[in-house]
């Protein structure tokens, strides 16, 4: 496997080679629709040798672009095109430009950068000598009548393997003080172990890294864990979550609130086995629930950018994340479903301490 420069991390990308007339638009038209049936929102990055043209002369944008401005977008209901000024721009900054709201970006063209993926060879006969690009690509032959049908099974593939190699970490959300319990809940113990205490151990066996979002106060064996503050201006736990995408923007982070005391490795594991490519948010239901559980879901970096929207829009209700055509909402096993519970008051939590 090669190894991905920095502007890989976020979103997968494959690259299209091949010489000039090897047929590598009519390729990934053939694509498109069937990666679209995956559900993937799929970004495209096209080298045209000719000179490019994509705005009218005298329209209002290329007015703008001719007098100066360095980057103009225009879109009306429907769709919409940015024009920027590229001169000697690396591929890692024109990657850089597309939106992070993206599961694959396809690169057609630039054969002689290591971008992994397909080389395309017009025909079996060609002869090795032309494949001087494809050394760590795999190649595909276009007299091969089921040439699309195997380019689509190795990106989907690949986009799989990225997809399971993506970091995956974990925010314990610790809050302060709780007016209903009467007390703070992060310092609750079972069994002699507080529940900030009890969760975070949970959590680091399901992840890479576990840290702390908020204020609220934890007892000494926590003091040497990483502690994230909360994003000024933003309310409630969406101000936590956003701080941990901040911090690690690249990774699938699993967002957990500190009073679920039956919250286990076994439900964790269910909640992570939901996630796929083409989801950018696994926020799990509970059989008879009105809404879904959002402080025990797991979000992919590509949901990022919706919910700082949501953010900067003073909307502070995790539920509307759900509203998000790329959110799934699976029914959690209900033997499974009373790790979701959680605790608010003093009588939610005798409740707990007689079920254990």
Not at 113 to 131: A, D, E, F, H, K
Not at 134 to 146: E, H, N
Not at 322 to 337: G, N, Q
Request: aromatic share 6%; with cysteine.
């Amino acid at each position: 496997m090669l190894h991905r420069p920095e502007y890989m991390k976020a979103t997968c990308v494959i690259g299209i080679a091949g010489y000039s007339g090897s047929g590598k638009t009519t390729l990934i038209r053939k694509l498109l629709p069937a990666l679209r049936k995956q559900g993937l929102s799929i970004g495209i990055l096209k080298h045209i040798h000719h000179k490019l043209k994509i705005d009218m002369r005298g329209k209002d944008t290329d007015l703008l672009y001719r007098a100066g401005a360095d980057f103009v977008s225009a879109h009306d209901d429907v769709q919409g095109f940015a024009r920027y000024r590229s001169g000697a721009m690396s591929l890692a900054e024109r990657i850089a430009r597309f939106p992070s709201g993206l599961d694959l970006i396809l690169v057609e063209g630039h054969k002689d950068v290591n971008v992994p993926g397909i080389w395309l060879q017009t025909n079996t006969s060609g002869g090795s000598g032309r494949r001087s690009g494809a050394d760590k690509r795999l190649i595909v032959f276009r007299d091969d009548p089921q040439y699309h049908v195997r380019t689509l099974d190795h990106i989907l593939l690949e986009l799989e393997r990225y997809h399971t190699r993506r970091p995956v970490k974990a925010g314990l959300l610790i809050g302060g003080s709780s007016s209903r319990m009467g007390q703070t809940k992060s310092l609750l113990k079972i069994k002699g172990r507080t529940l900030a205490t009890r969760s975070f151990g949970v959590l680091s066996d399901v992840s890479e890294k576990t840290v702390l979002l908020g204020s609220g106060q934890i007892s000494g064996s926590l003091y040497a864990a990483d502690r994230l503050a909360d994003v000024p201006g933003v309310h409630g736990p969406l101000a936590g979550m956003l701080s941990a995408f901040r911090w690690s923007p690249d990774s699938a982070w699993i967002i957990s609130s500190v009073d679920m005391p039956l919250m286990n490795k076994e439900a964790w594991k269910w909640l992570l086995s939901q996630r796929r490519p083409g989801a950018w948010a696994v926020l799990p239901k509970i059989k008879g629930s009105r809404g879904v559980e959002t402080t025990g879901a797991v979000y992919e970096p590509m949901i990022v950018e919706h919910v700082e929207s949501m953010a900067a829009d003073g909307m502070v209700s995790l539920q509307d994340i759900a509203k998000h055509k790329k959110v799934i909402t699976p029914m959690i096993p209900e033997s499974l479903s009373h790790a979701w519970t959680n605790v608010n008051t003093p009588g939610e939590w005798g409740k707990v301490l007689r079920h254990i």
